[in-house]
């Protein structure tokens, strides 16, 4: 079996998804259920080419 050359990654992604995935949650651990609604409609990524509806707020 040869042994396979692992080319140096220019871009981790799951490194990256992992940094991202921390920073939100430290962001948002002491929120209650609407304050985390509308830090995500605060917080949408802005891509003209994407329309990610923005998460209805409920009462109650």
Do not use: H, W
Not at 2 to 21: Q, S
Request: charged share 35%.
């Amino acid at each position: 079996m040869k042994a396979k050359n692992k080319a140096e990654k220019k871009f981790d992604t799951v490194k990256v998804f992992r940094e991202i995935k921390e920073k939100i949650a430290k962001e948002t651990e002491n929120m209650t259920y609407s304050q985390f609604k509308e830090y995500l409609n605060r917080n949408q990524m802005q891509n003209p080419k994407i329309q990610i509806p923005k998460v209805p707020l409920c009462e109650g």
